[in-house]
């Protein structure tokens, strides 16, 4: 197959010839600002703080009538989360790819071990055992991802 040339303007394809008049380490732009990024990175957490508690309330309460410690449980279960994610998101982005990769993993996996044990049909061990499976998923996920976007020191590649 003959490759054609590029659009004037636009970035050739990866591996193939450069285009005239374009670096080739250029960045992709960001179509989002800082600012959206530094809002996007409290306001998620804490939606996701919400959603957690509501279903951590939900399977707690096993179909029964909603009581004031059901809607506590899940309120203090989405603060737990949301203040967890925000650490987990502070601590992560400072570490090199293997522990940046075994602390999101760490986390996922306790997030659904708990969520997972709720259910009252399920023993200690099972949901020991299905946390370590997802935690082992998420770090075979966030590592590829980790190693094929960062150098050894941690610092993104482009």
């Known amino acids: 197959m003959a490759q054609t040339a590029p659009t004037p303007g636009r970035p050739g394809l990866p591996g193939g010839p450069p285009v005239p008049g374009t670096s080739t380490a250029q960045a992709s732009p960001d179509v989002f600002s800082e600012r959206t990024h530094r809002l996007t990175n409290l306001v998620l957490p804490v939606v996701l703080g ?33 203040a967890l994610c925000i650490a987990v998101q502070t601590v992560a982005r400072r570490l090199r790819r293997e522990p940046h990769a075994l602390l999101w993993a760490a986390f996922a996996g306790c997030a659904f071990g708990f969520l997972y044990s709720q259910a009252s049909q399920h023993t200690v061990v099972r949901a020991t055992l299905m946390s370590l499976a997802v935690a082992a998923g998420v770090f075979a996920v966030t590592f590829y991802r980790y190693y094929t976007h960062e150098d050894a020191k941690g610092h993104r590649l482009h």
């Open 50 to 82: 919400l959603v957690y508690g509501y279903w951590a309330a939900a399977m707690n309460r096993d179909a029964g009538p909603i009581t004031g410690w059901n809607v506590l449980f899940g309120f203090v279960t989405a603060f737990v989360f949301a």
